[in-house]
């Protein structure tokens, strides 16, 4: 069984995440979509981390900020980062969103540039709301 469990950031949170994230250059250029601009630890702050567990045993996380204007409420996955026998956006997304419509939230946006995660979530009901645009100037 998958569940979601809260847990308070802490030193070791913000240890297990730069490891995830920003331990090789090759990791940071995989993930990043900040252009360098933000390490994943930045992307703690004002935010929540959740475990993922499946029957008990830790496989993945996820760092979810809400954002707020008047009543309406929106939830952003900032990081997530994970490995489990089972396909992590099919068996998780679905109690990510169920968790966020709970609390009142509207949408859930996800910013990414791994294509194949892109296709994963479009085939989720995910649509493009957006494109950043860069270019390195000489």
């Not at 469990?5 to 030193?11: A, K, N, P, R, S």
Request: proline content about 1%; aromatic content about 6%.
């Amino acid at each position: 069984m998958i569940t979601l469990e809260h847990e308070h950031v802490t030193d070791a949170h913000r240890g297990e995440v730069a490891a995830a994230f920003d331990s090789s250059p090759w990791l940071r250029a995989k993930t990043d979509t900040s252009g360098g601009m933000v390490d994943a630890v930045d992307c703690l702050k004002g935010a929540n981390f959740f475990r993922v567990l499946d029957d008990g045993r830790a496989v993945a996380f996820f760092v979810l900020r809400m954002h707020f204007r008047g009543e309406r409420r929106a939830a952003e996955v900032t990081l997530a980062h994970g490995r489990a026998g089972f396909d992590l956006v099919e068996g998780v997304l679905p109690l990510i969103e169920r968790m966020c419509r709970g609390v009142g939230c509207g949408n859930v946006r996800i910013e990414t540039r791994r294509a194949g995660l892109m296709k994963k979530l479009e085939r989720a009901g995910y649509e493009q709301a957006s494109v950043i645009l860069s270019k390195e100037l000489q």
